[in-house]
């Protein structure tokens, strides 16, 4: 028994012991200590310790720097740790402390070839040349080299001779059967992998390059055969299982994918990989409870992984239920805040509320922890579009795609991006991209037609729309598109059945009732215009556009009472919807009646005066007579009595910006009427403008173009354009802006500041030539 004394000894003793120990090591000189390090680390490194093996190697490179042999097994130990930048750099060092390690070279190139860079990969392989021309590793990498570059006869060649020296090296076999592919020779690529067979009948890999070429020459029969043969050599390898069950699906063969899953279950009960590839299978089939179901069993093997309850959270999102996917992702975060697959979903939920930087700040954490996660840099790209931070989005998507180039979502919006900013040769080249991966994109073909149109090309247009169209079961918005490329190209009668045809399957589609009732007017048939419009009222769930366009067609017949009926008919169906109220301030305008109509609203307010539209009312009349205070007021009456009211704050954020206001203010209006008008392009319009004038012409350009592709023939929507474009020096853009402006409206508002913008534009742009030409 060891007594209070007793122990108050020993302490004293060890501690004394302690300090001789320190004092011992402290007198080792530093090549002692290095030599110590670098045996723990060579001992570490032998047993597969390789973590602590590294933190060693660092300790011998801390003494000694140029320890070549430490920064050379440093290198190995980053690799087999699988964290290649850490390697990479371990390598480039190593090689420059001992340039004659042939074996540095060697990684150094192959590092070198997987990133593409063929003429580093060269550089390494001279040097190797002039260390050991003879090393069969050399002929390896020239043969990948000669590969990369498409010289098959000289790639053949080093295969074939360093095969001779390595008869059983598996993967120079496979890049051979995979060479002669590639030329072709097709009794040679699969002649090479069987004799290889013969020599070693259990060797998977070979099993697996065998059963791939099969598949590749469309024999599917004997692929699923060599498939299966792997499964009865290896019964307990979980990963044979998911490959066969990959290859039926594939094959569309969803039973077998399942039976297959469910036996890998069952032969490995102890192995969750199974269990979750289940789980995903269901997934992927709608199939929540089942796929939960799943999860759960492999969550109940290993309690303590992560990543399965990674997998259950997502479930959870991707099958609309947030409030379970946030219990679980609770629990993840307070074990590991940092693992990259949990911030990806909390990234997630975050863009799900619209909370955009929160979003972002999850995402970027989860692409500092796993730069090669997959949708990491999509989801980031969703972030900065809903910020508008279309450059960061850009770059994001081009990221996702770079790491994933079968990802048809990134490719989608890229294109999609492309299109809106006019940049046509970028969204033929992403939407082609996509129908090469999948045929059957019917997202893609329409982008194809639109670009198509845009560039009027209706042929090709109407080849994109009628592929798409084929893929959808007669798809009413297609058959929109149809409709107008029927009216480009004069063939109205068909234009008219096609819009029929949409305004029977979306009763009251704004665009094809336009067309349709523009079509009818031209012909002199306003009866026939009118009479649609009624049908549609007791069809359409919304109606006030539908009143708008009968206050359109009273206006064009002079029948200014009926007008103004229609139009505040359309004002009482939605007080939100903004031409109505543009259309009835032109009208009272025109006619001069601008003080009739105050004194009207004026007694309908003391009888209401709740009734906000009516203060909207007579803020715009007051705007049109340039008393701008009192329109402001009239706005902020308005949005006392109705704070949602979108078209009184796209007002008062429009009257703030342009007269002396806050312009942070204005912002602020224009948020809250986007808000509740998410897509009306004279939100869009506003919210744009106002961001030129703070400067922040990226924002205002992505608003801008959003309001353009709504109102392609409002001119002063191309002029704020313009000036955006201007703001960020992209003279060609802008001019094309402003030209587009005039050809709308010679004498629209703005006219004869975009005419003198368009010669100050080309002036400066000569002179930027005149100044290149003379310093050359």
């Known amino acids: 028994m060891i007594t209070n004394t007793n122990a108050k000894k020993l302490a004293v003793i060890m501690g004394i012991l302690s300090l001789f120990i320190l004092g011992f090591l402290g007198c080792s000189s530093p090549k002692e200590k290095e030599a110590k390090f670098f045996k723990s680390a060579e001992k570490y490194y032998e047993e ?26 440093l290198a190995l130990a980053y690799l087999k740790t699988k964290k290649a930048k850490e390697a990479f750099r371990a390598l480039i060092k190593a090689a420059d402390l001992d340039p004659k390690n042939v074996d540095a070279h060697l990684k150094l190139a192959e590092f070198y070839l997987l990133a593409g860079k063929l003429k580093e990969a060269e550089k390494e392989a001279e040097k190797i040349k002039g260390l050991d021309p003879k090393n069969d590793k050399l002929k390896l990498l020239l043969a990948n080299i000669s590969i990369r570059n498409k010289k098959w006869d000289d790639a053949e060649k080093l295969l074939k001779d360093y095969l001779q020296n390595n008869p059983a090296e598996t993967r120079s076999v496979i890049s051979l059967s995979l060479l002669y592919e590639r030329k072709k020779e097709l009794e040679k690529a699969e002649k090479v992998l069987q004799d290889a067979l013969k020599q070693n009948p259990s060797d998977v890999n070979l099993l697996y390059s065998l059963a791939g070429y099969y598949r590749r020459r469309g024999n599917k029969a004997k692929a699923e055969e060599i498939l299966k043969e792997i499964i009865k050599k ?7 299982y998911i490959n066969l069950a990959r290859f039926y699906e594939l094959g569309k063969k969803w039973d077998k ?9 069952k032969n490995i009960p ?10 995903g299978f269901y997934a992927f089939q709608g199939k929540y409870k089942e796929a939960l179901a799943k999860f759960e069993e492999a969550h109940k093997l290993k309690p303590d992984n992560l990543e399965i309850l990674s997998n259950i959270a997502k479930l959870h999102l991707d099958f609309n239920h947030p409030k379970e996917a946030n219990e679980v992702l609770d629990k993840i975060l307070k074990k590991d805040p940092k693992l990259p697959s949990a911030l990806l979903i909390k990234g997630r939920l975050a863009l799900r509320d619209k909370k955009f930087d929160e979003a972002l700040v999850a995402l970027t954490e989860a692409a500092r922890e796993a730069p090669r996660l997959n949708k990491v840099y999509y989801y980031k790209a969703l972030a900065h579009l809903g910020s508008k931070e279309i450059n960061q989005a850009k770059q994001a998507l081009q990221k996702e795609i770079k790491l994933n180039p079968r990802d048809i979502q990134a490719r989608l919006i890229l294109a999609e991006m492309a299109f ?4 046509f040769d970028e969204a033929l080249s992403q939407a082609k991209e996509i129908l090469k991966q999948n045929p059957n994109s019917v997202a893609a073909l329409v982008l194809l037609g ?16 009628l592929s798409a169209l084929e893929k959808t079961k007669n798809n009413p918005l297609l058959i929109y598109k149809l409709g107008l490329l029927d009216l480009v190209e004069k063939k109205q009668d068909d234009a008219i059945k096609r819009f029929k045809e949409v305004l029977a399957a979306i009763p009251g589609h704004p665009g094809a009732l336009q067309q349709l009732v523009g079509i009818y007017m031209r012909k002199g048939e306003k009866e026939k215009a009118i009479e649609l419009c009624n049908e549609q009222i007791k069809k359409a769930p919304k109606t006030a556009h539908i009143y708008n366009l009968l206050g359109q067609i009273a206006l064009a017949s002079k029948d200014s009472k009926k007008a103004e009926k229609m139009f505040l008919t359309a004002i009482e169906k939605d007080e939100n919807y903004l031409p109505s109220y543009f259309s009835l301030a032109l009208l009272y305008r025109t006619e001069g009646r601008l003080e009739d109509a105050i004194k009207k609203y004026e007694e309908i307010l003391k009888k209401r005066p709740q009734f906000a539209p009516g203060y909207l009312f007579l803020g715009m009349i007051r705007e049109q007579q340039a008393k701008y205070k009192d329109a402001e007021e009239y706005y ?15 007002n008062l954020a429009w009257i703030l910006s342009e007269h002396g206001g806050n312009i942070d203010e204005a912002l602020k209006f224009a948020q809250q009427a986007k808000a509740v008008l998410p897509e009306d392009p004279r939100v869009n319009d506003t919210i744009g403008w106002i961001y030129h004038k703070k400067g922040s012409n990226a924002f205002a350009i992505s608003y801008l173009l959003d309001a353009m592709e709504k109102l ?58 005149s100044q290149k030409t003379n310093s050359n």
């Open 48 to 73: 597969g310790k390789y973590p602590e093996a590294i933190i060693q190697y660092l300790n011998v490179l801390q003494i000694n720097p140029k320890n070549a042999t430490a920064q050379y097994k």
């Open 234 to 240: 290896e019964p307990k390898n979980s990963k044979h």
């Open 257 to 265: 994918e399942k039976d297959t899953l469910e036996e890998a279950v």
């Open 270 to 279: 102890d192995d969750v990989t199974p269990l979750l590839a289940l789980g």
């Open 420 to 423: 809106k900013e006019r940049d």
């Open 450 to 465: 639109n670009v198509s149109f845009a560039k009027k090309d209706t042929q090709q247009a109407r080849k994109y729309y």
């Open 636 to 650: 902020r009456k308005a949005l006392d009595i109705a704070p949602r009211f979108g078209a009184a704050a796209n």
């Open 712 to 769: 392609p023939k409002e001119p002063l929507v191309h002029y704020h354009l313009a000036l955006a474009y201007k703001a960020k020096n992209e003279k060609d853009k802008a001019i094309k802006e402003l030209e587009e402006a005039l050809k709308l409206n010679p004498n629209f508002s703005e006219a004869e500041k975009a005419r003198s913008l368009i010669e100050e534009l080309k002036k400066q742009k000569t002179q930027n030539l």
